[in-house]
């Protein structure tokens, strides 16, 4: 786990990461990271160009502290390798405490469907759950083609709640064009599970769950996929919370930046790294 003290701008990072002694940059856990801290100055750069968005030094900054809390504890505890990365940050100004955790890191990529079958991502989104909410979709065929995706408003739900209602959207979609034979994926652990036993226990879900029985019969399996994998789904819903909006877009060019970019690297079959952190208990003394 890592401490900072005020976050230092990025060119006086480099200026001390460039002066440092070479044998502390030869470490792969630091090249790694001067890797990361330029990648996230590009995304900043482009999406200052291309989305139109404010090139902020403290928020590249954060992204990268955000990122070495999470992939330092990779890093094993207590040994020379990690005094030493230690003391690297130290003379760049990003002071580490470490702490002993157990760390999990898996790949999670999205993967088409079957010849014949159309699988529907949808994910939905709440800002304070309750807040402002939004879900959105996409279905894709075996080949990563779009059929359609969505983007709708939702006003104040929860999270849960959200994530129903763009399940219901999406297969109501599927109704419309006739479409079955579909592999329904969603993110949500909850309503996954609740779908495999088509059972509801939760009274504001049912009308919504009525819906979506009612569609029931054109799903053919349910799956569930870490948020890693769902990306498209993810930026379609965040960009209904944006625009307050309820749209339906049939090409890819149509759908907003993140979206696009994100269906991209899926269609690829670009994986992305689920990391996940434990603290160890502590030893007996």
């Known amino acids: 786990m890592l401490s900072y003290r005020p976050t230092r701008p990025p060119l006086e990072v480099f200026r001390r990461v460039f002066d440092s002694p070479t044998s502390v940059k030869v470490c792969p856990f630091i090249r790694i990271s001067i890797a990361y801290m330029l990648w996230e100055i590009w995304k900043g750069r482009n999406s200052s160009r291309y989305a139109g968005q404010v090139m902020r030094a403290t928020e590249i900054m954060r992204h990268v502290t955000q990122w070495l809390r999470s992939t330092h504890s990779l890093v094993p505890n207590k040994t020379k390798r990690s005094r030493s990365v230690c003391e690297a940050f130290g003379l760049w100004g990003l002071h580490i405490i470490p702490t002993q955790t157990w760390t999990t890191v898996r790949s999670v990529r999205w993967t088409p469907p079957r010849a014949g079958q159309w699988k529907l991502n949808v994910d939905g989104a709440s800002q304070g759950n309750p807040g402002s909410s939004a879900g959105g979709g996409i279905l894709r065929d075996s080949t990563g083609c779009i059929l359609f ?4 408003f939702y006003n104040i739900q929860t999270n849960t709640v959200a994530e129903a209602m763009a399940i219901r959207d999406g297969l109501f979609l599927c109704e419309e064009q006739n479409i079955t ?6 993110d949500s652990k909850v309503l996954v599970d609740m779908l495999r036993a088509d059972s509801c226990p939760h009274w504001r879900l049912k009308n919504i769950w009525a819906d979506i029985m009612r569609c029931r019969g054109r799903i053919t399996t349910i799956t569930h996929q870490f ?8 930026a379609l819903a965040a960009h209904g919370v944006r625009s307050r909006r309820r749209t339906v877009f049939s090409f890819w060019q149509d759908m907003p930046l993140e979206a696009r970019g994100a269906h991209r690297l899926e269609r690829l079959g670009i994986p992305s790294l689920r990391i996940h952190c434990t603290p160890l208990p502590a030893s007996p003394r």
């Open 227 to 234: 948020r890693e994998g769902n990306q498209t789904a993810d």
């Open 149 to 152: 995706a969505f983007s709708n």
């Open 181 to 186: 034979n579909i592999v329904l994926e969603s």
